[in-house]
């Protein structure tokens, strides 16, 4: 009996108990309304422009650096914070400040309002993911995580699937306003349930051992994860692709209504979906495979992701300078499925290079930097070519502006390829191994 308890059948059954799976679910969701709530403003963006008669440069600004000054900042006290005390009330105060804040946007009255509301609105979200990364790591053994986070890693694909074509509607047919009411007042309510029935996971309790279960403190934890050069160069490579995110998160609405004339709902309720759909086929089908390799080919839990970032860079560039319908929405579509492919696999093998009280912090970390340098400069960077280029290209000016996002990725994946290569020695110096 204790053999057959300790099988492999067994242990993926514990894995996937009620329990974690309702837990898993929830997270997912938070992060659902996480994605979608920030992507809103991208959506806005041309409905916003015309009323406040705002600058392309402008707008990078506010849909960037307003939002990232506290979601970069504040994510590292908070996973700090995460790394010691109860993650699940860390996460249901946050979704809910969050929403509230998203509500409050379709009331601003002018740009520097807008600015203000997206500012506390990325101070809300800063409290999602390097939580929910921590506690998916212990709800799932080593094994297991790759697919568990990338089935995290689906909130994003949902978001534009099934709430993407509603929030473009609402705006076409209500304003722009009353689409942040509508998104935000949800999360008051989810934000109560998560609190009411998750439990807080024991910590490091599905590890091999303990070590390394108590909490460092700062300058330990920064000290430890810089000696990682797996995790340095995850750092870079996570920070590459968030320029190629967030610049392509805000501005690819815009090109679309500039480039092909396309409309916010149609934008909405067609390219959404079908970044969503294939976006979540790329992240599973990640996650499934990473999920069944071999235990000799570990390095391949980092060399996959690095193969899909590198081949999303030439599909960018076909999205962006393709004009027949069909070549650029190939594009679109070969884009959508390698981008996030890397999301659930570098958090997991990022969960093995650091310590059981370190994990919230690490993922921090990863998620400042590639917020910092990519959200800010990814939208601002593309906004000032926009405003540079217009004399000259008109409105087809975004369109060699966006060529940033086909050269991140490429970077990025040669940083996860040449981490794959200590990936084991850094396993083994966290007691992971």
Not at 189 to 206: D, H, K, N, Q, S
Not at 300 to 327: N, V
Request: hydrophobic share 55%; net charge positive; charged share 10%.
């Amino acid at each position: 009996m204790k053999e057959a308890e300790d099988s492999p059948a067994a242990q993926t059954r514990s894995d996937w108990s009620l329990p974690a799976a309702w837990s898993l679910g929830f997270l997912c969701l938070i992060s659902v309304f996480n994605y979608l709530d920030r992507s809103l403003l991208g959506l806005a963006l041309p409905l916003i422009k015309a009323e406040m008669h705002a600058s392309d440069t402008m707008l990078g600004l506010v849909s960037g650096l307003a939002f990232v000054l506290f979601y970069a900042i504040l994510g590292v006290p908070i996973a700090w914070a995460a790394d010691r005390w109860n993650r699940r009330n860390i996460i249901a105060f946050g979704f809910a400040f969050w929403s509230l804040m998203t509500a409050l946007t379709g009331y601003v009255g002018n740009i520097w309002q807008l600015a203000v509301a997206r500012f506390l609105m990325g101070a809300g979200e800063a409290s999602c993911l390097p939580p929910a990364n921590a506690m998916i790591s212990d709800l799932f053994r080593k094994a297991r995580r790759p697919l568990a986070l990338a089935i995290f890693g689906t909130a994003n694909s949902i978001a534009f699937i099934a709430l993407f074509p509603i929030a473009g509607w609402i705006a076409q047919a209500h304003g722009w306003r009353m689409m942040f009411i509508a998104a935000g007042a949800p999360g008051l309510i989810l934000a109560l349930a998560f609190y009411l029935t998750v439990r807080e996971p024991p910590r490091g309790a599905l590890e091999a051992g303990a070590t390394g279960s108590e909490p460092g403190n700062f300058r330990q934890t920064l000290l430890f994860l810089a000696g990682s050069r797996t995790y340095l160069l995850i750092l870079a490579g996570v920070t590459l692709m968030g320029a190629n995110i967030f610049a392509a998160g805000t501005w690819t609405p815009t090109f679309l209504n500039r480039v092909h004339d396309m409309g916010v709902a149609e934008v909405a309720a067609s390219i959404g979906p079908v970044r969503g759909l294939v976006g979540a086929v790329g992240i599973l089908a990640g996650g499934f495979v990473i999920d069944r390799l071999a235990p000799e080919r570990v390095r391949w839990r980092i060399r996959l992701p690095a193969l899909a970032c590198i081949l999303a860079g030439p599909s960018e560039a076909l999205f962006l300078l393709g004009d027949a319908r069909w070549l650029w929405m190939l594009g679109f579509g070969l884009t959508s499925f390698f981008t996030l492919l890397h999301q659930g696999p570098i958090y997991a093998a990022t969960m093995d290079v650091a310590r059981v009280r370190m994990r919230a912090l690490a993922i921090a970390i990863l998620l400042f930097c590639a917020s910092l340098l990519g959200q800010v400069v990814g939208p601002l960077a593309v906004g000032m070519l926009n405003d540079a280029l217009q004399p000259s290209l008109g409105d087809h000016a975004i369109r060699y502006s966006l060529l940033i996002i086909a050269v991140t990725p490429v970077f990025a994946g040669l940083c996860f390829w040449a981490a794959a290569s200590h990936y084991l020695a850094d396993m083994d110096r966290a007691g992971n191994a």
